[in-house]
């Protein structure tokens, strides 16, 4: 037989199809789920998904993707790690972790930040996708890694997750291998990088103001990429467009030229440039961007002929003027404008030509505007126009650019933005160096700039049309070729011709081109420019020959660059060919300043004919020059320097003049210059005041690369220390000096070179110890002996005795010393004994006076700290103690200031060093720093504020401490206190702090590692104390209380805290602390317990104080650790029964429920636990020999008061008001019977004010009752608990109560139960009048009295509707499960209305269609089934009412103060008699009676006793007749009272009965009863029928009274139907008369008739004690109800007639009917407007109530009864439609509503205790027939049995073994689709 093979290599998977499971053996799979797999079988696994480990089940192999994994711990406990990088393990896991966060936010509506996840899911899942793809360059994927980390760091603190902690790569840190310095640093800078990327989000959402500094905050050099979209400009020729950065506050260009050539057909000159003109300009620096302005400008340059009319035989490719562009960039540039994606319009401004402003000026001067621009301005005066002019006409013409500004340099940019920056991207540089120059940054650019010249007009009438050529040529003359860039773009031109304005004598041209040659060449080349006119006449202009020439050199003679700024150049006029000599010019002065300067030129014969001649020397040429190269220097003494030898006279003068170069200079040259100074400081050895001179140099240069702008040449200079520098000696001559500088501090000239020598000590260092080095490797150690470290002990004496010198002198001096001499440590070390080096720097601080430069103190100590000496062993011997003692200092308590900043710091990093592996022995160091600091630390720690930035670095070092010390530590700590009591009082703090800590927690909710590893570590510190409390402070003399008091509630509280609570944490979370720390709660729960039973005798004095604490540990949802201290409580109730003296635990009892009420209410503890609790305690008790009956009481007691207050707190939840109501209540039972009156109050006001809530102001009422009730009427004292939260400021119990009646009367009132509020207010009367004598209050209160007795005769009140409520089935709670309740309805309340709030209220039960006690089946489903239905509440009138009382007085106690109901329906017996029906219809009424009577301080009770009653077909005759005669003379009353009522209701009413049309009434019980063949059959009944035969005779005299009231108010339109109506009565009254005899009224009646106040209503009925059966509603068979015909004189009898009603509808509620909803609108119709006024007219219910119900029956059921003739319906009996009409026959109409009907929240009791349920009198029921064998018995309805039903099918058991082979194939997997496949690996959303 085939079986189930475990799997090997086949154990993780993804589902790439979704599968549902079609039995109960198999696994759904959605796409995604990732599977673990464990065993095969033909083409199915079996296994489980990680998202439900507890479901195992199997499913096809096709359907899953096989991946990589590897597999720990085999067998049972077996789990799969996916072979995949840690990275995509952990976004995995994270996208499982939102996914579950993100659908939570969908369901809550939180839309922002469900679309912020939303977005985040997306970008994480595609960055995924790209790492596992695997195609990712090395430096792509690290930048991604970060990318990814970020997101999920940013996206776990928006959704409140954990956070995760980084090394430096990346990598989620491992705590354990992390010290925990280190960690809580980790977690600062991870929490930073997390705040700033929130601020960063903030801004871009916010402010854009604040983005630029966000987002380029890190960076120096900045770039602005260009793309030119287009240019439109009529121009007609070629242009040239050269776009340059401008600053018009300065009016300086910032950058070179960009340059776009444009063709005249309106595209770019190159066409493959069409599209692409992307240019970027580079090297910007910060004090770029924050210019207060900043525009890009464009000039426009025309190539074409000199005027644009001109034809062919003009002169062509002139460049000539012809407009500018500018916009202001300053928003791009400070970052407030961002969009890569906008074109920015750049407006054209033409500027004209001279010749034409001066001609228009002529002819239209007035109309010229004055802002038109001449050519012959100078650009920059054109461009500041421009920008200071408001607008531009530019008719739609300029240029269209995008623009973005970009952080980085070129490099940076072409790596970061390669999608915008490629290398066809032109570079235009910035004119001058960036602000931070790079070494490797070679450059050698020279920017000339053509400013103006003045030309001579010579022979012409107008001036000229100046040209400039320029050109590049060595000393012989040779051109070099393309040396010269007009623009980025393009590449370099030998030759450049400037812009030619037209007749301008003093052109000013402002044109910057780049000459850009090999640096070698620099020396031997010169600049040469030609000037020619140009005419526009081509003929004439190609014989203008050059008219002048001048020339600049590049260098100049001392060897030196042409300085930067302007230079006048001398024109020179001769011979064209002359002019191109080099040999003849370049031997003549080429600026004015060499004219000056050097030698006259007439001492040169042979150039005598190339001169400037003597009629032209007006003219004149200037230009300007920049050099930006990293090896061209314009600085004299820098070259002086640098050529030191050839020059040595002026060694001193350029030593000195060095320190005033500029420091870019000296970078360009840095290693040339220090090998100079070096060679001068060896080769002048013997001259002592270089070796000064060259120290200085050498401090200033060290210094300058301390500067941010050449920060980047620190590695040059490194390299220059360890590769170049050789000079073996150097160390004697460095340290010579610089002890010399210490030693004369105090000389004030040397103060600063002393500063700056410190500042540059560690570079200075480095050349003294590689020289040091460089010796000892060529001479070895035994050259001169012990000079060199008596040099640098001899320094460090000097700096001993400089600190020891008065603080106020040279400050500034010992601040630097303590800032830079821990620098040279590391050096120093390599050729200095390291130990002599720590006791040297240990002098060094120790000669430091105390409290002087305390924080420049220590941070030197941390800097010795952070050096390569402390992680010596031998050395940490000599600085430790040192350091100790100043820490110890500092946090000693009678410090007055402490830095503990500083303190914390030192602290900090000593731990970190002492924490690694490679740092030799450390447990002495240890040891040394718990002795002196750890107490130290402790008090710090308390002493300081939660809010301190300090405290969490404190408690890092504490916790740091306390986990390097090992066992032995804390022995050996313990051992060092000298007292006991010093001993108590370091647990007392530890205890104290640890307690506080656990309770506060410095650090954020978020630091899970960091709270965790402190918790770790706070346990076995706490275990070690144990030890201690145990060997010294438990026996019976040195037992400490306190102590071990503080230590149980620090225990509990480490064992309750947030962090630690394992079942509040998502699944990924718990697995993942349970692997990493496990259950920290179960070491410390068992240590407690163990804790506990040591006390032994002791345990007594910690009862009560204990159980809240032990309360709390037991109630931790650990199952392990509930077993273990649960019976802690039983020891103690042992204890307590023991030493008490009482024999009782009465105390723990108290304490217990005290406690166990506040933990469950604030949501601890569930029903595993009740029911463990429960079993524990009575198995402990029951082997007790005294505890066993007592003990066991206490333990069901518990789990009473546990199941209440559990169903309390669910009820609190579920929205319910009645639910919490209900479970409130049985709380309150239950403390009621404990007689905890303090909790009992408690619960009171809670049910007061739910009821109040809901407007239930009668039960809020009977609730403060119960309140009152615990009060007397005396002047003892409230004590504190009989005083609750709203209590009013009462010093007397008398007090209290008069306040808790006034309230509970107001509530009566509201809630219309007035003649509640009287008996209370004569109780109060009776206060105030005989014991108070507070009259002025008795009058208040009997003026509402009065109201009070008023409002019961005139006010309407609606009579509520009661109804029976069943819920059964298991699917209830165990408060309503199986169980009946009476709910009395609110006003107006329809059984329509009220089964809906029900249903709403439990959507899932299922609405039972019959009345009938349901079967033992449904009550042990595991469904809801709920059962409604109306029931009648019976009369239970006070003993004071025994004569006849008025309707209005009656009518409050039909409905109110009832505790029983019945609900009754008809049942045939024996044959069916065709003519009578009447003779064997009995009635079967079921009565319940409720725990307590309505209302009360609920709505609802719980059914106490159900039982049944039949009552004969006479009996019910007689019932139904007596209950006629009461509405007959009801009616009748009400008419006498008022006279304005109507009289419809009243002809109905008589009609009905004296019509005898429809024959009935009392004929039918005639012919049922009054016949010889009854009498025979049942003598007994003799009685009965005699009184039936009374009540007949009876109904004469009130029908008689009616027809009287109607005659006297008929109107004349009636008249007929009044007569006919006496003459009917005639006959019956002579009929009854004759047969039954005579009955009269009393006399009363008529004598009062007149004199009685009208108000009061006298009701006629027979006393109730010749009743034989009291008056009850039977409203399922309406026995009460008036017919619908006119003439029915048997209208009572009607419904017990048909059978339909009996198969249809009686044992059914709510069976469907098809007319339903089409009745139920038009009866509601008819129903609305007249009900109202019926209601108003008859100030009594009943009558409208029962007539609705004849409406329907007779209608609707009653077909064997004859019809009445068409032609005798009057049509004024249409009025009958004003009677309510219900929709089924057993329920009870209800008057109409007067407010909208709403959905209504409804809630349901639970079972109360009934108390004296055998008082209650049931003798006015008769007892069961004979007949009936046995009564069926409902109580049975609260008793559950245990059999189930056949229908459950059994649960499936839980199966151990593999599962049945699979019957069926496995199906194949889903058609592939067309669309893209899902990814194998999207194993994320879980």
């Known amino acids: 037989m085939a079986r189930w093979i475990p799997t090997k290599r086949e154990k993780y998977g993804v589902a790439i199809y979704n599968y549902d499971a079609a039995r109960d053996v198999e696994l759904s799979l959605q796409v995604g789920d990732t599977v673990h797999i464990l065993e095969m079988h033909e083409g199915w696994y079996r296994g489980y998904t990680l998202r439900n480990k507890a479901k195992k089940g199997i499913f096809p192999s096709t359907y899953i993707h096989l991946k990589e994994a590897t597999v720990q711990d085999g067998g049972q406990n077996e789990t799969v790690i996916p072979s995949e990088l840690p990275l995509v393990q952990e976004l995995t896991s994270t996208l499982r972790e939102w996914a579950v966060i993100w659908h939570q936010l969908y369901v809550e509506n939180k839309k922002t930040l469900f679309r912020q996840v939303q977005q985040m899911t997306y970008s994480l899942i ?86 630029g500094q966000a987002i380029f905050n890190s960076t120096h050099t900045y770039s602005l990429y260009v793309n030119v979209k287009n240019f439109v400009c009529n121009i007609g020729e070629d242009a040239e467009l050269l776009m340059s950065l401008y600053d018009p506050d300065q009016s300086l260009f910032i950058s070179e030229n960009y340059l776009v050539r444009w063709g005249s057909t309106g595209m770019p000159k190159e066409i493959e440039k069409l599209n692409n003109l992307q240019a970027v300009f580079t090297d910007l620096s910060s004090s770029d961007l924050i210019r207060p302005r900043i525009s890009l400008v464009c000039q426009i340059v025309r190539v074409g002929h000199m005027e644009l009319k001109e034809g062919k035989k003009h002169t062509c490719g002139l460049r000539r003027p012809f407009g500018v562009a500018v916009m202001d960039i300053t928003d791009i540039i400070h970052g407030k404008v961002d969009d890569e994606e906008k074109q920015h319009f750049i407006p054209f401004q033409q500027i004209a030509m001279e010749t034409y402003i001066r001609q228009r000026q002529l002819i239209m001067a007035p109309l010229i505007t004055s802002h038109v621009i001449g050519e012959n301005e100078p650009l920059t005066s054109v461009f500041n126009k421009v920008i200071a002019a408001k607008e531009v006409n530019h008719k739609g013409q300029g240029l269209w650019v995008s623009l973005k500004l970009l952080p980085g340099d070129l490099a940076q940019v072409q790596k970061d933005f390669s999608h915008l920056v490629d290398r066809s991207t032109a570079v235009a540089r910035k004119m001058g160096f960036p602000e931070i120059i790079l070494p490797g940054d070679v450059r050698n650019d020279i920017y000339i700039t053509l400013v103006h010249g003045e030309f001579d007009k010579g022979k012409k009438k107008t001036p000229k049309n100046v040209e400039v050529t320029m050109s590049v040529h060595d000393e012989d003359g040779n051109l070099v070729e393309k040396a010269i860039h007009p623009g980025a773009g393009y590449e370099g031109i030998s030759e450049y011709k400037s812009v030619v304005y037209y007749q301008v004598k003093q052109p000013c041209w402002y044109e910057t081109v780049k000459v850009s040659i090999a640096i070698e060449e620099v020396s031997r080349c010169h600049l040469r420019f030609t000037f020619r006119h140009r005419s526009s006449q081509e003929s004439r202009d190609k014989s203008e020959k050059a008219f002048g020439m001048a020339f600049v050199k590049l260098m100049n003679a001392d060897g030196t660059t042409l300085q930067d700024g302007r230079h006048n150049l001398i024109v020179y006029k001769g011979e064209n060919k002359k002019m191109e000599d080099a040999k003849c010019y370049l031997t003549l002065p080429g600026t004015k300043m060499e004219e000056r300067d050097g030698p006259s030129v007439k001492h040169q014969p042979h150039i005598t004919n190339f001169t400037p001649t003597k009629d032209s020397t007006k003219d004149s040429f200037q230009i300007a020059t920049l050099i930006c190269s990293t090896k061209l220097t314009q600085n004299v003494d820098l070259l002086g320097l640098l050529n030191w030898r050839s020059n040595s006279q002026n060694i001193g003068h350029n030593l000195k003049k060095l320190m005033e170069v500029d420091g870019g200079e000296i970078v360009k040259f840095l290693q040339d210059t220090l090998d100079a100074l070096f060679n001068i400081m060896m080769e002048m050895s013997d001259n002592e005041s270089y070796d000064f001179l060259v120290f200085d140099a050498l401090v200033f240069i060290i210094s300058l690369i301390g500067d941010i702008k050449f920060q980047h040449f620190n590695p040059v200079l490194e390299t220059y220390i360890y590769k170049h520098f050789s000079a073996t000696l150097a160390y004697v001559k460095l340290t010579k000096v610089l002890n010399y500088y210490v030693g004369n501090a105090e000389d004030a000239t040397k103060t600063e070179l002393l500063f700056a020598a410190l500042k540059a000590l560690k570079y200075l260092f480095r050349f003294i110890v590689q020289s040091r080095v460089l010796y000892l490797r060529f001479y070895g150690k035994s050259e001169d002996g012990d000079e060199f470290n008596n040099a640098i002990r001899k320094l460090f004496l000097s700096f001993n005795v400089l600190m020891d010198r008065p603080l106020e002198e040279a400050v500034k001096i010992k601040g630097a010393a303590l800032k830079y001499l821990p620098s040279i440590i590391n050096d120093v070390k390599l050729v200095f004994d390291p130990v002599e080096l720590s006791v040297l720097f240990s002098k060094f601080i120790q000669s430091i006076p105390d409290n002087q430069l305390v924080r420049q103190k220590l941070n030197c100590m941390t800097k010795i700290v952070d050096s390569d000496l ?16 100043q820490l110890s200092g500092q946090l000693d308590d009678n410090s007055s200031k402490p830095d503990h900043e500083a303190c914390s710091q030192l602290l900090s990093n000593i731990l970190e060093v002492l924490d690694r592996k490679e740092v030799g022995p450390t447990a002495v160091h240890i040891q040394l720093i718990m002795e002196r600091l750890l107490r130290r630390i402790n008090r710090t720690v308390i002493g300081m504020s939660r809010q301190s930035p300090h405290i969490g670095s404190f408690v890092a070092c504490m916790t740091a401490i306390l986990r390097q010390m090992e066992d032995s530590h804390y022995n050996h700590y313990i051992s060092t206190f000298k007292t006991r009591q010093d001993l108590i009082d370091f647990l007392m703090e530890t205890f104290i702090m640890f307690k506080d800590l656990i309770g506060k927690n410095v650090y954020a909710n978020d630091w899970m590692v960091m709270t965790m590893m402190q918790s770790r570590v706070f346990l076995r510190a706490i275990n070690q104390y144990t030890s201690v409390l145990n060997r010294f ?107 008490s003296g009482s024999r009782n635990f009465h105390m723990f009892e108290n304490e ?100 109040i809530e809901c407007e239930n102001y009668t039960e809020a009422a009977y609730t403060l009752l119960l309140h009152a009730e615990l009060l007397q009427w005396s002047d003892k004292p409230c004590t504190p608990h009989l005083l609750q939260r709203d209590s009013y400021y009462v010093y007397s119990q008398q007090e209290l109560k008069e306040k808790l009646y006034q309230e509970i009367i107001a509530f009566f009132d509201k809630g219309k139960m007035w003649e509640k509020a009287i008996q209370l207010s004569k109780e109060l009367a009776e206060m105030y009048e005989n014991k108070v004598f507070d009259y002025e209050g008795l009058s208040i209160l009997l003026k509402k009295w009065a109201t009070f007795y008023e409002n019961i005769m005139k006010a309407m009140r609606p009579q509520p509707e009661y109804f029976a409520v069943g819920y059964y089935g298991h699917g209830f709670p165990s408060f309503l499960r199986n169980k009946i309740f009476i709910y009395r309805g609110k006003e107006y309340e329809r059984r329509e209305d009220f089964n809906l709030k029900l249903l709403t209220q439990f959507p899932n039960a299922e609405k039972m269609k019959t009345t009938s006690p349901p079967g033992e089946d449904i009550k042990n489903s595991p469904g809801q089934y709920i059962q409604c239905f109306t029931v009648k509440p019976k009369l239970d009138l006070p003993a004071k009412f025994h004569k006849p009382v008025s309707e209005q007085i009656l009518s409050f106690y039909r409905v109110n103060e009832v505790q029983r109901f019945d609900y009754s329906r008809p049942i045939r017996k024996g044959e069916k008699n065709p003519d009578n029906e009447f003779a064997n219809m009995w009635i079967e009424r079921t009565i319940y009676v409720t725990g307590y009577k309505l209302p009360g301080i609920l709505r609802w009770f719980e059914v106490k006793s159900v039982f049944m009653v039949e009552i004969s077909p006479l009996e019910n005759a007689i019932e139904t007749m007596q209950l006629t005669n009461d509405k007959i003379n009801n009616m009748v009353q009400q008419h006498l009272n008022d006279p304005n009522l109507p009289i419809n209701p009243l002809s109905m009413l008589l009609n009905g009965i004296v019509d005898p049309a429809v024959m009935g009434g009392f004929t039918n019980y005639e012919k049922a009863f009054f016949t010889e063949k009854y009498m025979h059959d049942h003598p007994e009944d003799h009685e009965k029928i005699e009184k039936l035969k009374d009540l007949i005779a009876w109904q004469i005299p009130f029908l008689t009274e009616g027809i009287r009231i109607h005659g006297e108010k008929v109107t004349e339109a009636l008249r007929p139907f009044h007569e006919r109506m006496e003459a009917c009565f005639k006959q019956l009254k002579e009929k009854v008369e004759k047969q039954y005899g005579v009955r009269s009224l009393p006399s009363t009646v008529d004598d009062r008739r007149g004199s009685r106040p009208r108000s009061m209503v006298r009701s006629f009925t027979m006393p109730s004690s010749s009743r034989p059966l009291s008056i009850a509603s039977v409203s399922s068979i309406s026995s009460d109800s008036t017919p619908s015909r006119p003439g029915s004189d048997g209208f009572v009898l009607e419904p017990l007639l048909p059978k339909k009603m009996h198969s249809r509808s009686q044992d059914k509620l709510d069976k469907d009917d098809p007319d339903k909803d089409k009745k139920e609108k038009k009866k509601e119709k008819r129903n609305s407007k ?126 151990q073994l593999p599962p049945p082979l699979p019957s069926k194939t496995p199906p194949p997997p889903p058609p592939k689709t067309t669309r893209k496949q899902t990814s194998v690996d999207s194993g994320i959303v879980q």
């Open 126 to 211: 595609e960055w995924r996708s790209q790492i596992l793809s695997g195609t990712l360059p090395k430096d792509e994927l690290a930048e991604l890694k970060k990318k990814v980390t970020a997101k999920i760091d940013y996206g776990n603190r928006i959704l409140g997750l954990d956070l995760v902690v980084r090394d430096d790569n990346g990598n989620i840190l491992d705590p354990d291998a992390t010290s925990t310095i280190a960690l809580f640093k980790a977690h600062e800078t991870a929490s930073e990088r997390v705040n700033e990327r929130i601020q960063e989000e903030r801004s871009l959402q916010q402010d854009l103001g604040l983005r």
């Open 870 to 885: 402390f992680r010596q062993a031998e050395c940490r011997d000599v600085l430790l103690p040192l350091l100790v003692d």
């Open 1033 to 1139: 402070f438990l026996d019976q003399t040195s037992f400490e209380l306190q102590l071990w008091n503080n230590y149980f509630h620090l225990a509990v509280a480490f064992l309750t805290h947030d962090s630690l609570q394992l079942e509040n944490f998502s699944q990924a979370k718990r697995n993942k602390m349970v692997k990493k720390y496990g259950d920290m709660r179960k070491d410390i729960g068992f240590k407690i317990r163990d804790m506990w039973y040591n006390l032994g005798p002791h345990k007594i004095k910690f009862i009560p104080s204990m159980v809240g604490p032990v309360l709390e540990v037991t109630l931790t949802p650990e199952p392990e650790l509930q077993k273990a201290t649960i019976p802690i409580f039983f020891d103690m109730m042992q204890c307590e029964f023991n030493f």
């Open 1152 to 1251: 217990l429920i005290t406690k166990l009420d506040q933990e469950v209410e604030g949501g601890r503890g569930d029903e595993s636990y009740k029911i463990l609790l429960e079993k524990l305690l009575l198995e402990h008790c029951r082997k007790h020999k005294y505890l066993s009956s007592s003990g066991e009481v206490f333990a069901l007691l518990v789990s009473s008061l546990l199941e209440n207050l559990l169903d309390y707190r669910t009820s609190m939840h579920d929205g319910s008001k009645e639910n919490r109501m209900s479970c409130t209540v049985n709380v309150l039972n239950f403390y009621k019977e404990k007689k905890r009156e303090d909790i009992y109050i408690r619960y009171l006001y809670k049910l007061r004010d739910l009821h």
């Open 1730 to 1855: 007249h009900q109202e006024i019926f209601e108003k007219e008859f100030k009594s219910t009943d009558i409208s109530l029962q007539q609705s119900e004849a409406v329907i029956l007779s209608e609707t059921i009653s077909p064997l009864r004859p019809q009445r003739p068409k032609s005798q319906v009057i049509n004024v009996m249409g009025s009958e439609k004003r009677f309510s009409v219900s929709p089924s026959p057993p329920s009870q109409p209800i008057p109409p509503p007067v407010t909208p009907r709403t959905k209504l929240s409804f809630s349901l009791q639970s079972s109360l205790e009934l108390n004296g349920m055998n008082s209650l009198e049931m003798t006015d029921v008769p007892p069961p027939l004979p007949v009936k064998g046995s009564v069926a018995d409902y109580g049975c309805l609260m008793e559950s049995q245990e059999s189930v039903s056949p229908t459950t099918s059994p649960p499936v058991p839980q199966r």
